[in-house]
């Protein structure tokens, strides 16, 4: 009975979070229109209430299973959006930028969304194979990286429009000026690469010896995740090496992304080893 009722008020939570996480994507649609800071900072508000929210769901879901909410699709994609949340404040902070908090906010809309699609129930007994440290840190690892290359896509996509729009267009010139936007990109790709790196391969390559017996099996995530950190890799030393910037740089990003987006699902199409939950 317990356990229901924690489940209950998990569920309030993550429900009460989902609504202000979509009324700030709705005042940031507004803001695109007419350009008030006050429906910026209203959209902000919306999303540290939503912060708040989210972060009690985690948390009434970890203690009522009893282990961090880490090991099923829906535990994935929250903590997804709830670390993509995260990062929209620090990148808000640090740039000031009211028009790439809109971006990312629609992200983590439609994280949120595919997150009450997928299937909720709690589970207190794990397989053996999800009862590893290793885990968590794969997991939380991979997870934090991969929301900051959802910021770097967030800012890629406001490159394209910047570059594409008219230079007369009211929306365009509310844009930051590209070379900003490519400072944003590079930077939020520094800080998830090394992340994913430490956190989907070599964590991840631990956690499944010790679950499997091999460090790797070609599952179908294990290889999109080798193509994930390839593109980034490639990014990287196109940018150190090749003196890559802009256009470019903003397309290879933007593949690095999609190519997450992909790896994020692919056990639900593909089957394997992650297929848990």
Not at 66 to 81: D, G, K, R, W
Not at 164 to 174: E, G, H, I, N
Not at 242 to 260: E, Q
Request: with cysteine; aromatic share 18%; proline share 3%.
């Amino acid at each position: 009975m317990t356990g229901e009722l924690n489940q209950g008020l998990e569920l309030t939570f993550f429900w009460w979070a989902f609504v202000a996480f979509s009324v700030s994507s709705l005042l940031y649609v507004v803001y695109f229109g007419v350009a008030k800071k006050a429906l910026a900072v209203g959209a902000s508000v919306g999303m540290g209430i939503g912060l708040v929210l989210h972060t009690l769901a985690m948390v009434t879901r970890a203690i009522e299973s009893h282990h961090l909410p880490l090991t099923n699709m829906f535990e994935y994609i929250s903590v997804f959006a709830w670390f993509a949340t995260c990062l929209y404040f620090v990148f808000m902070k640090i740039y000031k930028q009211h028009i790439l908090g809109a971006f990312i906010t629609y992200v983590v809309f439609m994280l949120m969304v595919a997150g009450s699609l997928l299937p909720k129930d709690v589970q207190t007994q794990l397989v053996p194979a999800l009862q590893s440290y290793w885990l968590q840190i794969h997991v939380s690892m991979a997870c934090f990286g991969e929301a900051a290359f959802l910021v770097a896509f967030a800012a890629n996509i406001m490159y394209f429009l910047k570059k594409w729009l008219p230079a007369s267009s009211k929306f365009a010139a509310r844009l930051p000026e590209a070379a900003a936007l490519d400072r944003i990109t590079y930077k939020a790709i520094s800080v998830g690469y090394p992340l994913f790196t430490v956190g989907a391969l070599f964590a991840g390559a631990i956690w499944a010896e010790q679950a499997w017996g091999t460090f790797w099996s070609w599952d179908p995530k294990e290889v999109g995740s080798i193509i994930v950190w390839f593109v980034y890799s490639a990014y990287l030393h196109a940018r150190f090496v090749k003196g890559w910037t802009g256009t470019r740089a903003a397309l290879l990003s933007a593949a690095g992304f999609i190519c997450t987006l992909l790896t994020f699902f692919a056990n639900l199409v593909l089957g394997g080893l992650h297929a848990y939950g």
